[in-house]
């Protein structure tokens, strides 16, 4: 395709600008710019009769930089980024708007290193994935308004390969690569944006509405500072093996499992005994969970602190097969709220409680948390299920007030080893307490 002259009027040349961002690490934003005659221009007038991906796919090798300007594009398959460093850039998300005809179609379909997609409309909703990201490295979708299907996930970043377990102990995966600020609806029930065998990735400062964020088997990759609303099942699902990770300062509403859930990926592959270091969940801000608030598996030295739970059903922080885990200076509010809101899931909530250490939970830590039940009776604060493999936890400096059945409830004689130390505050006022303190 012959590339189109930028225009000329008597008051100068006028220059498209276009938002390039970087996708090395997580890294800030790049300085904007100027698309100018290496650039390849498109228009509706250019498509005319013709779907964008074949005008785009004819002209990836030589070209690399396609501004698509605003208007209506019809897609009847996917636009193959096949080449190192190709930059698809709309010039409006609101306004360039992209929609796929194909339902057996994904839209934008990245096999290179390099690749930058930003300011773009996706409409993908008869099927497919609107982006697919495998095997690829320093890759940056920014930016855009995506529009999933209900039958495959909506954004795709994933490295392909048969020992998924191997390469994730050897460091073996994609690498930098970035998902950010986009707005991103999804029908599909389970994994609306997968984010898999990424190293130092990172999905940040998105608004993902109707499904969750599956992030899996990483390391030293983040997933931060996003809204996540309305999903069938979780809001981020992190499946380990994984290491030194971070899930911080996001926003999660109205999700039908529980909130945050970290769990081993392969059950069968990964046994019970594993344990993922150095996951660090913080500042999270958690409201009407339908099942738990946060719920961890097989981590260890792992810190969950400074999250604000709102209106779970069952619990607030819900902790199973895990060692030395600082839980720390986390606000609870009104935990057991299935007795409001009628109960969704199946769980016997007998237990219900602000903090729960399951089973198989030691050397961990309990300091410093705010457990508040106003609008519903809760049975328990913070409680240990009396269970020898919960051993040589500590629980010390947590306020725990309201409606509780007990305040504190756990075994500290041998071969529990549990302490329930000092600075703890208990105030019951529900007319069902039965004690603050429950050794």
């Known amino acids: ?18 938002l390039i961002i970087t996708g090395i690490g997580n890294q800030g934003l790049k300085a904007a710019q100027q698309v ?36 209506v594009y019809n897609l009847t398959g996917n636009i193959q ?61 920014d930016s855009c308004i995506i529009y999933g299907a209900q039958n ?37 029930p389970w994994d609306g944006v997968l984010f898999s065998k990424q190293n130092h990735g990172s999905v940040q400062n998105n608004i993902i509405n109707g499904s969750r964020i599956a992030f899996y088997l990483c390391r030293n990759s983040d997933v931060t500072n996003n809204r996540i609303e309305n999903s069938p099942t979780n809001g981020i699902r992190y499946a380990v093996p994984a290491y030194d990770n971070k899930i911080v300062s996001n926003t999660i509403e109205n999700s039908k499992g529980s909130a945050i859930l970290a769990t081993r990926y392969n059950p069968s592959i990964t046994p019970e005994s594993y344990r993922a270091n150095d996951v660090k969940i913080k ?20 810190d969950i602190s400074g999250n604000n739970i709102q209106d ?34 199946h769980w016997d909530g007998r237990y219900n409680a602000g903090i729960m250490l399951d089973s198989t939970v030691t050397g961990s830590s309990m300091d410093g948390n705010t457990i508040v039940n106003s609008a519903t009776n809760c049975p328990y604060g913070i409680r240990i299920q009396p269970n020898v493999s919960n051993n040589s936890n500590i629980i010390i400096n947590n306020i725990v007030n309201g409606d509780f ?28 307490a039965q004690s603050a303190v429950k050794k």
């Not at 930028?6 to 220059?15: Q, T």
């Open 283 to 302: 500042n999270n801000t958690i409201i009407g969970s339908r099942y738990f608030g946060i719920e961890v598996n097989n981590l260890k030295n792992s």
């Open 1 to 18: 395709m012959k590339k189109l002259k930028m225009y000329v009027f008597n008051v100068g040349l006028i220059l498209f600008t276009a």
């Open 405 to 432: 059945g007990d305040g504190i409830s756990a075994r500290v004689d041998a071969p529990f080893n549990n302490i329930i130390g000092d600075g703890n505050v208990v105030t019951l006022k529900s007319s069902k």
């Open 81 to 141: 980024a096949n080449d190192d460093n190709v930059i698809i850039q709309g010039q409006s998300k609101q306004n360039t708007k992209l929609v796929q005809n194909n339902p057996s179609s994904n839209s934008i379909d990245v096999t290179a290193n390099g690749v930058q997609i930003s300011n773009l409309s996706i409409n993908n909703k008869l099927g497919g994935a609107a982006v697919s990201v495998q095997n690829s490295n320093n890759v940056t979708v």
């Open 312 to 345: 779970a059903d069952f619990y607030g922080i819900y902790m199973l097969s895990s060692d030395a885990l600082s839980v720390v200076k986390n606000q609870i509010q009104d935990s057991n709220y299935l007795s409001i809101d009628g109960q969704v899931q």
């Open 36 to 71: 100018d005659s290496t650039w390849t221009i498109i228009n509706p007038s250019i498509c005319a009769g013709r779907p964008l991906n074949e005008v785009i796919n004819e002209n990836m090798w030589p070209e690399r930089k396609f501004y698509i300007t605003d208007g």
């Open 152 to 188: 495959d996930n909506a954004v795709v970043f994933i490295k392909g390969s048969k020992n998924e377990i191997q390469n994730v102990e050897s460091g073996n995966l994609n690498m930098c690569n970035v998902l950010s600020n986009n707005d991103i609806f999804s029908s599909y």
